[in-house]
């Protein structure tokens, strides 16, 4: 859906919409989309800025950070985004653009696709670090034992290289009897 500023001129427009998986294109290996995105939202031209207010849900799937497990993360977001004309912008002022304007973006020409400014939300809604639960104890780093599952042997029996030369010689002479 384009949104087209020469419409908000006459009024604002009112958005509900699902965008099922693979309308978005997310460009990111570390979510998949499992559910619709549902959009309910808002457009209006606020002095000469399209301004979008509203909502979106989702599901997706993730993997664990420690076990690797495949794991689905509810996403709900609300947002409140100004989006000015490119060519306002005088180049020097945008060096000054700092990181708690990061609501603010650019559209070129007589608008936006609402689907650029989702899968933007979407990507923004996925936690950095995400873990399956509080308690997830993760792999083994030496057998890579999901420990959630299984005991792992490791902790059973220590190798410590001291000890190896002795642990050879006792198979050897197991193997031979
Ligand atoms: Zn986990
Ligand atoms: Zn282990």
Same mark, same amino acid.
């Given at each position: 859906?384009?949104?087209?500023?020469?419409?908000?001129?006459?009024?604002?427009?009112?958005?509900?919409? +699902?965008?099922?998986?693979?309308?978005?294109?997310?460009?990111?290996? +570390?979510?998949?989309? &499992?559910?619709?995105?549902?959009?309910?939202?808002?457009?209006?031209?606020?002095?000469?800025?399209?301004? &979008?207010?509203?909502?979106?849900?989702?599901?997706?799937?993730?993997?664990?950070?420690?076990?690797?497990?495949?794991?689905?993360?509810? &996403?709900?977001?609300?947002?409140?985004?100004?989006?000015?004309?490119?060519?306002?912008?005088?180049?020097?002022?945008?060096?000054?653009?700092?990181?708690?304007?990061?609501?603010?973006?650019?559209?070129?020409?007589?608008?936006?696709?609402? %689907?650029?400014?989702?899968?933007?939300?979407?990507?923004?809604?996925?936690?950095?670090?995400?873990?399956?639960?509080?308690?997830?104890?993760?792999?083994?780093?030496?057998?890579?034992?999901?420990?959630?599952?299984?005991?792992?042997?490791?902790?059973?029996?220590?190798?410590?290289?001291?000890?190896?030369?002795? %642990?050879?010689?006792?198979?050897?002479?197991?193997?031979?009897?």
């Amino acid at each position: 859906m384009f949104i087209d500023i020469k419409d908000l001129a006459v009024r604002k427009v009112r958005v509900h919409r +699902d965008y099922p998986s693979g309308t978005l294109d997310f460009q990111s290996a +570390d979510f998949r989309q &499992i559910e619709p995105v549902e959009v309910r939202a808002t457009a209006e031209l606020v002095d000469n800025q399209i301004r &979008i207010t509203g909502s979106l849900q989702t599901k997706v799937e993730l993997v664990c950070a420690r076990c690797l497990e495949l794991l689905v993360e509810d &996403i709900n977001r609300d947002f409140d985004l100004f989006y000015r004309p490119m060519t306002e912008l005088p180049g020097e002022q945008e060096a000054h653009l700092s990181s708690d304007e990061t609501e603010l973006g650019f559209f070129e020409g007589e608008g936006l696709f609402l %689907a650029d400014v989702l899968v933007e939300q979407v990507s923004l809604a996925i936690p950095m670090k995400i873990i399956c639960r509080s308690d997830c104890r993760g792999l083994c780093p030496h057998c890579g034992a999901n420990l959630n599952h299984e005991g792992c042997r490791c902790h059973m029996h220590p190798t410590d290289p001291r000890f190896e030369p002795l %642990a050879r010689l006792k198979q050897d002479w197991l193997k031979k009897q």
